[in-house]
């Protein structure tokens, strides 16, 4: 690299998939460096995607380095060897995080607590019984409303 040209980092704080890794350009050498936080916020793919990316950055001539991890820099003899470790532990994390997350929702449904936005339908169900008592229809019920007609049904039914 001669004096003239500028070092360009390309710093990247979030996580950074597949795709938008593809659409960086660092066949053009816009970058010397991708310095990223940490290689959990690189990508959590797994071993091998990791390394792929990886490697790909090395072909363009792009070398890569973590700020909070000074292990993850592109010299050094063990550089693969502890990229596909750290990765592993990564991917296990995200499975672990999800699991931990179905199975705290699932404990939750399973206590009978109902998930999601409260409905807001409560003060509708005796103008819909009223209706109904005209003979109007669910369809007519539900433009009058403003609600749905799956609404109409379902607080017909609970009435």
């Excluded at 007519?140 to 039914?157: K, Y």
Aim: proline share 2%; with cysteine.
């Amino acid at each position: 690299m001669t004096e003239e040209r500028k070092y360009a980092i390309l710093f990247a704080a979030t996580l950074l998939c597949a795709r938008k890794l593809n659409q960086l350009d660092f066949g053009q050498r816009k970058f010397d460096l991708l310095l990223f936080w940490a290689l959990d916020r690189l990508s959590r793919e797994g071993a091998l995607k990791t390394l792929q990316h990886l490697d790909r950055l090395e072909s363009y001539g792009v070398a890569y380095r973590s700020f909070t991890e000074p292990y993850f820099d592109s010299c050094g003899i063990f550089k693969e060897a502890v990229v596909s470790i750290v990765a592993t532990l990564a991917k296990q994390e995200r499975i672990r995080r999800s699991e931990r997350t179905k199975a705290g929702l699932a404990r939750v449904r399973a206590s009978g607590k109902r998930l999601g936005p409260p409905r807001r339908l409560n003060g509708h169900t005796a103008a819909i019984a009223s209706l109904r008592t005209q003979g109007i229809s669910g369809r007519e019920i539900a433009r009058r409303l403003s609600i749905s007609e799956g609404s109409v049904r379902r607080l017909s039914a609970a009435a």
